[in-house]
T-cell receptor
């Protein structure tokens, strides 16, 4: 089956540093990738949608200068949390879709990145 | 805007019984409805997809129904096992949008 690899699985860093999270589709071409944020015992909150080769579409309230998304190839998208602060600590999850209607295919999720900012 | 409600935040059932989870929605007419399982600290895993013209879908011990008149989907796990304990998410989707519910945390008690 389709596999999405997300790296790193957890990261702890000091306030003010930037953190990059990678999301790779290992065995299929991901034309669309999503980035979610999840707080404890809450559902997924969509942050942004990215299509290969174009700028990401951010959800309302998500700072695009804070959360930089790059989808440079059909197998890789990255999320960079710039100048991270403790309030950015969360569980970040990516997912990927192949070509076709979004709803007519499964979303393939990575295993998430636990980000802790000290 | 669309609203998705999953019947309860948490559901406890006895091993061997059938677990039934509910997903209700308003202000939206999805062409597809999906169910996912999420374990703590992991990403969601796809379980089943049902289309608006399908009433029911089965996969092993899982069964999903989709009632577009009631705007509701039911997710059943028969002969439940402790290993089925997880959070289950429903997702409504169209051609280029996808919305997740808040999830139901299922605990199967041995």
């Amino acid at each position: 089956g389709a596999v999405v690899s997300q790296h790193p699985s957890w990261v702890i860093c000091k306030s003010g540093t930037s953190v990059k999270i990678e999301c790779r589709s290992l065995d299929f071409q991901a034309t669309t990738m999503f980035w979610y944020r999840q707080f404890p015992k809450q559902s997924l909150m969509l942050m942004a949608t990215s299509n290969e080769g174009s700028k990401a579409t951010y959800e309302q309230g998500v700072e695009k200068d804070k959360f930089l998304i790059n989808h440079a190839s059909l197998t890789l998208s990255t999320l960079t949390v710039t100048s991270a602060h403790p309030e950015d600590s969360s569980f970040y999850i990516c997912s990927a879709l192949g070509r076709g209607a979004w709803g007519n295919q499964p979303q393939h999720f990575g295993d998430g990145t636990r980000l802790s900012i000290l | 805007s669309q609203k998705i409600e999953q019947n309860s935040e948490a559901l406890n059932i006895q091993e061997g019984k059938t677990a039934t989870l509910t997903c209700n929605y308003t202000n939206y007419s999805p062409a597809y409805l999906q169910w996912y399982r999420q374990d703590p600290g992991r990403g969601p895993v796809f379980l089943l997809l049902i289309r608006e013209n399908e009433k029911e879908k089965r996969k092993e011990r899982l069964k999903v129904t989709f009632d577009t008149t009631l705007k509701q989907s039911l997710f059943h796990i028969t002969a439940s096992q402790p290993a089925d304990s997880a959070t289950y998410l429903c997702a409504l989707a169209g051609a280029n949008n996808l919305f997740f519910g808040t999830g139901t945390r299922l605990t199967v008690i041995p």
